[in-house]
């Protein structure tokens, strides 16, 4: 017969079978399942799950997040190989259950009271006596004693050399506990596994590959998403966020998947009566709830519940959770003001959510004003100071404060101070190309350190993964931006700039020296023209304006070592030239002039740091929230779990089972009871087995051989 022969094939995949089910069932082979689930759950919680592709992008580059995103390590708990990692860990689980709990039960129901008397011998824990009375009478004592102890005893009678049935083995055993505790903790583990699967996404992706079901990734109203999109009120698990603005009512919950969303049709539909959040002292939240009413879509019956965090409501197996809050459409007024030449100031209304068309601005490219998020409070840290600027720039190293005063949201933070700052705006300005920058505009301004000028903080960012970098603006003695807005429209006025270098150059120096103040005027001039960026050439890495460009100025005129002091004398003329201009503004626009004080310093001081900035922002128009209107929303998470309470059971079986297999000692304990010749009294032999050799167990065997055979072993101890 060949090789090739049926029977042999039979024999070969027989085998293969058997040694696919030992490794299926081999403990090896669980705990490598385990460590790839531990690993993959690691993963999991370091790498932000569902979030948009860009972010990846932005985050790691092109190829890692091509790589993440094919093999779903951006949504880790839902991928393909995750849940097939689970199902193998509950079949090998459910194989080492199934292969070992009848050799469990057959060893828990036998007492092994067939050993001989040369085995026990060969225990560690053995001991030897002679007893008065014959060997029915002590098997018997023996054999009470152990059942009172709470053993469980076994007397079995048989022949020895003295005659038949002359000898008595009496076999006991305790601790039977730590057996069943393998087959709970294993248990438990295939009923996690199994729970976990029924509550993650595996009923929804069975659903998406059989049963046609597709996320949706397009925009529009929830109404007109079609039907493949939605899943059925019977689904029988799930976990989706439901929005509900106050005063609305929603029915259909939102499940994120990697590529888009499904919706999630609900049997009732949940109204907002009323969102309440209660603060800390510093303006932090310390309750949020939600008052609503549940309306039944079956029979029209309407059940009120409060929702709080940690206290969901329960309607026909669903769970109603708390999970955040949001804005639900509020409308704000933003006031536009120009950061460029020749541009009108004007008021925008809009709603959170909403967007606006700017078809004019000033360099004539048009614009969309997208209204994003409206925050009543906003806790901040002013623990450490380190983004204030009160001191006088005249005094610092000109190279220094270019590097401390750009890129002004950098902070050190090493003492925490709370404080409620109040509401802020953030928008996105889109361009015709689609691209769109974000900004957080507070709407009051902030005082950063006590006794400093109060500041507008202006926050801007290129993408939602890089940090808000806000610019300064000083409030002026009315509490607004506009002594800084004529400020800087006045810098961009030629004409007002040469007024104002006149002023200041007549006014430092003293009449009668005619070349003195033409040589003061002329770098007033060149400085103030400098800092308006009127002398840019436009080259490539060339300074716009600013101090970027005094320093640079500075660096290709001056000797190194008299940098530091020609800085100092040129911001000084800055300085006074600036004030000189702001007077000219305020008396364009007919207001009293300022007079000096620490006021006008601090906002002197402040401006010439926000005029610097200001060249780099990235945006022609600044909006400043102006009123509002808010409207809250509840953001509730919504989960039919049906795996709950099988996790719950598997989690009680779990701590059974581990409690058992660590603090209960399986023993077995025989004494062999044989005639002495001559003599009428008893020989006995007696022998321990424990699965595990502790100093208790010493001391138990020691216990033991004293109470029943009145013999104490050799080094035993208390």
């Known amino acids: 017969m060949s090789d090739s022969s049926p029977g042999v094939r039979s024999r070969a995949g027989a085998q293969a079978l058997r040694a696919s089910m030992e490794l299926l069932a081999s403990m090896r082979f669980a705990i490598a399942l385990l460590t790839v689930i531990c690993i993959a759950s690691v993963i999991g919680t370091v790498l932000k799950q569902h979030e948009p592709v860009g972010n ?24 393909w190989w995750f849940l097939l990692i689970l199902a193998f860990l509950v079949l090998s689980t459910s194989l080492c259950i199934a292969r070992s709990t009848p050799k469990i039960l057959a060893d828990l129901k036998t007492y092994k009271e067939n050993i001989r008397e040369k085995n026990l011998a060969a225990f560690h824990h053995k001991a030897q006596a002679t007893l008065e009375g014959d060997t029915a009478g002590q098997a018997q004592r023996i054999g009470h004693m152990l059942a009172g102890g709470g053993w469980k005893v076994k007397l079995q009678q048989r022949d020895t050399a003295a005659g038949p049935g002359t000898g008595w083995m009496v076999a006991a055993k305790a601790g039977a506990a730590n057996k069943f505790g393998y087959i709970a903790a294993h248990s438990a583990i295939v009923l996690v596994c199994i729970g976990g699967l029924l509550d993650g996404d595996l009923v929804v992706r069975a659903q998406m590959w059989w049963g046609g079901k597709q996320p949706y990734n397009g925009g529009g109203l929830i109404s007109a998403v079609p039907e493949q999109h939605r899943l059925s009120e019977r689904n029988p698990t799930f976990r989706g966020n439901l929005l509900v603005a106050e005063g609305t009512q929603a029915d259909t919950a939102i499940l994120n998947q990697s590529d888009g969303i499904l919706l999630q049709e609900l049997p009732f539909a949940i109204e907002l009566k009323k969102f309440i959040v209660e603060h800390y002292s510093t303006g932090m939240p310390k309750l949020f709830a939600s ?8 029979s029209g019956a309407q059940t009120p519940a409060r929702i709080e965090v940690n206290h969901p409501a329960s309607y026909q197996g669903i769970e109603i959770y708390q999970s955040s809050f949001d804005d639900g459409g509020s409308s704000v007024t933003l006031q536009a003001l120009p950061l460029t030449p020749g541009a009108p100031s004007f008021e925008v209304q809009g709603t959170i959510g909403g967007s606006s068309q700017l078809v004019k601005t000033s360099g004539g490219d048009p614009l969309t004003l997208e209204f994003t998020a409206l925050r009543v409070f906003n ?42 700052v109040g509401p802020s705006i953030g928008y996105k300005l889109r361009d015709a190309a689609g691209q769109a920058r974000e900004f957080h505009n507070y709407m009051l301004p902030v005082q950063m350190e006590e006794g ?9 960012r290129e993408t939602p993964s890089a940090p808000l970098r806000y610019l300064r603006l000083p409030a002026d003695e009315q509490g607004s931006m506009e002594g800084f807005i ?3 429209a006045a810098l961009n ?6 007024q104002a270098v006149r002023r200041y150059a007549t006014q430092a120096v003293d009449a009668s020296r005619a070349d003195v103040i033409e040589q003061l005027r002329q770098s007033a001039a060149r400085a103030l023209g400098l800092f308006a960026g009127a002398e840019s050439t436009g080259k490539p890495g060339e300074p716009i304006g600013g101090l970027p460009a005094l320093s640079q100025f500075i660096e290709a005129n001056v000797p190194e070592a008299e940098r530091s002091k020609a800085g100092e004398v040129l911001i000084r003329i800055l300085n006074g030239t600036l004030f000189e201009l702001a007077q000219l503004a305020r008396e364009r626009a007919g207001l009293a002039p300022l007079q000096p004080s620490e006021q006008t310093q601090g906002f002197m001081t402040q401006a010439v740091l926000a005029l610097s900035d200001v060249q780099i922002y990235p945006a022609p128009l600044v909006f400043q929230l102006k009123d509002f209107k808010q409207v809250q929303a509840s953001v509730f998470q919504v989960a039919r779990a049906p795996g709950k309470n099988i996790v719950y ?62 013999v104490r072993p050799a080094g035993a101890t208390q």
């Open 379 to 420: 806790i901040e840290n002013f623990g450490n100071d380190a983004t204030t600027s009160g001191a006088d720039v005249r005094k610092v190293d000109l190279r220094e404060s270019l590097d401390a005063r750009l890129g002004a949201a950098n902070k050190t933070v090493t003492r925490k101070e709370l404080r409620n």
């Open 56 to 79: 990846y992008v932005n985050q790691f580059g092109p190829f890692w997040a091509d790589l993440f995103l094919a093999i779903k390590l951006n949504a880790v708990y839902s991928a």
């Open 452 to 460: 400093g000028t109060p500041m507008f903080l202006l926050g801007v």
């Open 649 to 710: 059971l598997g989690c009680t079986l779990l701590i059974l089972g581990v409690f058992a297999m660590l603090y209960v000692r399986e023993r077995r304990v025989w004494i062999w009871l044989t005639p002495a010749e001559d003599t009428g009294a008893t020989q006995a032999t007696m022998a321990l087995s424990t699965n595990r050799k502790t100093m208790d167990a010493d001391r138990e065997f020691a216990q033991l051989t004293e109470k029943l055979i009145g």
């Open 493 to 498: 006025d030629p004409a007002l700039r040469e």
């Open 291 to 298: 008052e609503i009413i549940i309306h039944d879509k079956a």
């Open 486 to 488: 004529r400020l800087r």
